[in-house]
Nanobody, 124 residues
Framework: QVQLVESGGGLVQPGGSLRLSCVAS????????IGWFRQAPGKEREGVSC????????YYADSVKGRFTISRTNAKSTVYLQMNSLKPEDTAVYYC?????????????????WGQGTQVTVSS
C-alpha cells in the first residue's frame, strides 16, 4: 500500500472550477495507478477518474467526462484532478485511491489505498 494525502477542496459556485491534488508516498509508488472516488451525502461511493502508472492512460465516469481532467507528474507521485463546469451534484467528499499498476473498474475493493478525503461543495 501507499499513503495518500488530498488537498484542494472547498466551496465553489456552479460553473466554477477547482483543482484537487493527491500526493502519494511509499515504496513503489511509481507502480501504482491513482484515481479518485467521491461520496455524496446519503449515497454510495462512486468512481470518478483514474490514471495508470504505465502509459498514463486515463479513465472517467460518464458523469464527469468532458468536465474533469486527471493528470500525473513525471515523478508519478502527485496526481491532479482539474474540475471545470462544476455542478451542485458534484458536491461530495473526494477520496484519492490507488492500486497496483493499472486502473480497474469502479469497485471500491479493487483499490487498496485510500486517502482521508477532501470536501468539495458546489453551491451558490
Amino acid at each position: 500500500q501507499v499513503q495518500l494525502v488530498e488537498s484542494g477542496g472547498g466551496l465553489v459556485q456552479p460553473g466554477g472550477s477547482l483543482r484537487l491534488s493527491c500526493v502519494a508516498s511509499g515504496f513503489g509508488v511509481d507502480n501504482y495507478a491513482i484515481g479518485w472516488f467521491r461520496q455524496a451525502p446519503g449515497k454510495e461511493r462512486e468512481g470518478v477518474s483514474c490514471i495508470s502508472s504505465t502509459d498514463f492512460s486515463t479513465y472517467y465516469a460518464d458523469s464527469v467526462k468532458g468536465r474533469f481532467t486527471i493528470s500525473r507528474t513525471n515523478a508519478k507521485s502527485t496526481v491532479y484532478l482539474q474540475m471545470n463546469s462544476l455542478k451542485p451534484e458534484d458536491t461530495a467528499v473526494y477520496y484519492c485511491v490507488a492500486r497496483p499498476v493499472l486502473c480497474s473498474n469502479w469497485r471500491t475493493d479493487n483499490y487498496n489505498s485510500w486517502g482521508q478525503g477532501t470536501q468539495v461543495t458546489v453551491s451558490s
